[in-house]
């Protein structure tokens, strides 16, 4: 049982390369985050799916781009990377309309540096 | 707007003490209150997960309480060991943002043997 999946692990990029950091879940559970974590901020949601084809805004999302066509993928995309970009990425998963009671599971996370 | 607060921000314990972290947050609409673990390197582990009609929940050497009308909630680890050195983190589902965890900077906790 693999569970969440996050890829690449270690990611540097320069600025203004686009980059792509993939999240992939094996359980189908029907919510995906992408949360950022940086010293100083703690984690903050960057965007959030609901089910597939539906995103949603959440509390850094400038910058970043976010699709989701099936359910167990849900890439975030850096459209020009800027150094203020340079953080470990988690994805997180939640079980289909159980939001409220169920726990969050995290992905082990992407570590991206930006030059 | 709310926020997430936890202090101290780091702890060192010896192995084999009793101790309490804690969480206070600034709005008392949540639907739960969520308490992790991170590892060095490492994702988020779930530990406890309160409901917000709930006052607390125990699992194993663990204790998390919420008392929603002070914002307030503890993470009581009983008979600390050196495996639980790491860094807790608590986050609030807050009312009417689906899915919306906000977090807290989370406590760094050292159990030395």
């Known amino acids: 049982d693999a569970g969440i999946t996050q890829s690449p692990r270690y990611k540097i990029t320069e600025t203004g390369r686009q980059v792509t950091l993939m999240c992939h879940q094996t359980?189908?559970?029907?919510?995906m985050f992408w949360y950022r974590q940086d010293l100083g901020h703690g984690l903050r949601l960057i965007y959030y799916?609901?089910?597939?084809?539906?995103?949603d805004k959440g509390e850094v999302p400038d910058g970043y781009v976010v699709s989701r066509s099936k359910t167990e993928n849900f890439p975030l995309t850096l459209e020009s990377a800027t150094r203020s970009q340079t953080s470990v990425y988690f994805c997180?998963?939640?079980?289909?309309?159980?939001?409220?009671?169920?726990?969050?599971?995290f992905g082990n996370g992407t570590r991206l540096t930006v030059t | 707007k709310q926020e997430v607060t936890q202090i101290p921000a780091a702890l060192s314990v010896p192995e084999g003490e009793n101790l309490v972290l804690n969480c206070s947050f600034t709005?008392?609409?949540?639907?739960?209150l969520q308490w992790f673990r991170q590892d060095p390197g490492k994702g988020l582990t779930s530990l406890l997960l309160?409901?917000?009609?709930?006052r607390e929940q125990t699992s194993g050497r663990l204790n998390a309480s919420l008392d929603k009308s002070s914002g307030r909630s503890t993470l009581y680890i009983a008979a600390s060991q050196p495996g639980d050195s790491a860094t807790y983190l608590c986050?609030?589902?807050?009312?009417?943002?689906?899915?919306?965890?906000?977090f807290g900077q989370g406590t760094t906790l050292q159990v030395k043997p």
């Open positions: 997180a998963t939640s079980p289909t309309g159980a939001v409220w009671n169920s726990p969050l599971h």
């Open positions: 359980w189908s559970h029907s919510y």
């Open positions: 799916s609901a089910a597939a084809d539906i995103t």
């Open positions: 709005d008392s609409a949540i639907y739960n």
């Open positions: 309160i409901q917000s009609s709930q």
């Open positions: 986050a609030v589902l807050h009312s009417g943002n689906t899915g919306k965890l906000i």
